[in-house]
Every structure is written in C-alpha cells, then in structure tokens.
T-cell receptor, first 115, second 116 residues
Framework: GAVVSQHPSWVICKSGTSVKIECRSL??????MFWYRQFPKQSLMLMAT?????????EQGVEKDKFLINHASLTLSTLTVTSAHPEDSSFYIC???????????FGPGTRLLVL | AQTVTQSQPEMSVQEAETVTLSCTYD???????LFWYKQPPSRQMILVIR??????QNATENRFSVNFQKAAKSFSLKISDSQLGDTAMYFC?????????????FGRGTSLIVHP
C-alpha cells in the first residue's frame, strides 16, 4: 500500500520558536496533502488542504500566518508552526492523496510539545 | 454539510468474538465514499475498509466487513474473530465524490478494547 512518512515524530521546543514538520509520500505522487490536528481522545480536525504548486486552503479558524503550509513538490509538504506557544502543543497528522482521489493515506503523526 | 455520527464512544469485546461498530451519516448526495480507519495506540491512522456508494455489495477485508445500508445512511463495521491487536480507536469517514474537493468528514470515533 501507499506509504506516507512524517518527520520528526516527536519535537519539544521553547515558546516563541518555529517548528517545521515534513510530510512525504514515499511511493506515489501526492497531488493533494492534508494537515490535521488531533487532541487526546478526539477526532481529527482538518487544518488545511494543499495542492502541489498552489497555496493551501485553510479551514475556518486556522491562522494561515501561524501555520505555514508549503506543498512544493508531488512528494513533499511542510507545516511550519511559527512562534509556537504552549497551546499549539498537539498531535499533528498529515495525509496524502494521489491521482486516484478516493483514498487518503496517513503519516504516523508528529507530537509537538511547546514549553 | 455532511455529518458523520458514531454513537458508541466505547465498546469492548472478548478475544475471538464478533463486534459491530455503528456509523450513520447525513448527506443529500448520491455519489460518495465511506471509510473505516483504525488508530491504534501508536496513533498511526490505518485504512481498514472502503465502500463506494454506487456498489451494492458490502466491502470485505479479511475479518472486517461492512453493512452498508444506503437508504438508511448507515455504514457499520463488523470485526469477526476479534484479536488483541484490534484494540484501537475506529473512525468512520464520509467523502463526497462530487465537486472535486474529496475532503473526508470524520466521526468522533469509537474506542474498541479487545479483552483476552
């Protein structure tokens, strides 16, 4: 099956710093990538959708200047949490979809802790 | 907007027994996809099974099968011969095939515990 990787899997940072999370599709071309946030024991909350080569579409309530998304190639999307604060601590998950659009494949997630 | 309802926050089952997780959804569309995803303690989301709305036949993947009732907008997941490794959160998801966005809507999840 399709494999999506995420890096790093764990990150701890100081308040005010920026953190970049990478999402890669390893064996297929991801025309669309999604970024989710998940709080403990809750469902996935879609943050934004990105298509290769174009600007990301952010969900209502998600600050685009806070969560910068870049989908520069068909295999890589990045999420940068700028000026991170403790309330940004969460589990961030990316997913990718190829040209056969009906199935998303998920990365393993990144646990972010902002001190 | 579509909504997905998973009415069972928690379920438990004995190893080797069968359990059914419920999911209902609300949509006015006719062409869509339904999914069940599993999220074990590692938190990696894993696709369990997928159903196309235009197919009447229920999807099956080994011990996992669905009961897709399109008129009732119901999409339950049956796990047969439950194994300890089936312990996980299970999310039902709906995705419209119209409009080109193909963005899924997830339910709130059902936590399944398989007891030895």
């Amino acid at each position: 099956g399709a494999v999506v990787s995420q890096h790093p899997s764990w990150v701890i940072c100081k308040s005010g710093t920026s953190v970049k999370i990478e999402c890669r599709s390893l064996d297929f071309q991801a025309t669309t990538m999604f970024w989710y946030r998940q709080f403990p024991k809750q469902s996935l909350m879609l943050m934004a959708t990105s298509n290769e080569g174009s600007k990301a579409t952010y969900e209502q309530g998600v600050e685009k200047d806070k969560f910068l998304i870049n989908h520069a190639s068909l295999t890589l999307s990045t999420l940068t949490v700028t000026s991170a604060h403790p309330e940004d601590s969460s589990f961030y998950i990316c997913s990718a979809r190829g040209r056969l659009a009906e199935t998303q494949y998920f990365g393993p997630g990144t646990r972010l802790l902002v001190l | 907007a579509q909504t997905v309802t998973q009415s069972q926050p928690e379920m438990s089952v004995q190893e080797a027994e069968t359990v059914t997780l419920s999911c209902t959804y609300d949509t006015s569309e006719n062409n869509y996809y339904l999914f069940w995803y599993k999220q074990p303690p590692s938190r990696q989301m894993i696709l369990v099974i997928r159903q196309e709305a235009y197919k009447q036949q229920n999807a099956t993947e080994n011990r996992f099968s669905v009961n897709f009732q399109k008129a009732a907008k119901s999409f339950s997941l049956k796990i047969s011969d439950s194994q300890l490794g089936d312990t996980a959160m299970y999310f039902c998801a709906f995705m419209s095939a119209s409009g080109g966005s193909y963005i899924p809507t997830f339910g709130r999840g059902t936590s399944l515990i398989v007891h030895p």
